[in-house]
């Protein structure tokens, strides 16, 4: 089947960076939009950012605007999230989506990977 994978998360301390990979290793959604979204235990799945398939659009969640970057390399049909300044209520598993609608919503993408965990300690 078709895959996303992700890959990237690890354990780090509050203040500290990571930097989060979505590969494509089939090449199938390189004019998909990609989005980020995050699910830490006992919560809902929450969205985190989008970017559009040219790379031209981004738009990320409000809580989360200044610290997350999205960036689009199609040489590589990778996209990267950029992390910094994590906090401890950024613990949660990563996964990264493709759609075909730019925008927050989850069931608007059809293709997910499987998630990467990020553990921000305090």
């Known amino acids: 089947q078709v895959q996303l994978v992700e890959s990237g998360g690890g354990l780090v301390q509050a203040g500290e960076s990571l930097r989060l990979s979505c590969a494509d290793p089939a090449r199938a959604f390189s004019s998909y939009v990609m989005g980020w979204f995050r699910q830490a235990p006992g919560k809902e799945r929450e969205f985190v950012a989008a970017i559009s398939w040219t790379g031209a659009r981004t738009f990320y969640a409000d809580s989360l605007k200044g610290r997350f970057t999205l960036s689009r390399d199609t040489a590589k049909n990778t996209v990267y999230l950029q992390m910094n300044a994590l906090r401890r209520e950024d613990t949660a598993v990563y996964y990264c989506?493709?759609?075909?609608?730019?925008?927050?919503?989850?069931?608007?993408?059809?293709?997910w990977g499987q998630g990467t965990q990020v553990t921000v300690s305090s």
């Open positions: 989506a493709a759609g075909t609608v730019f925008g927050p919503q989850g069931s608007e993408y059809g293709y």
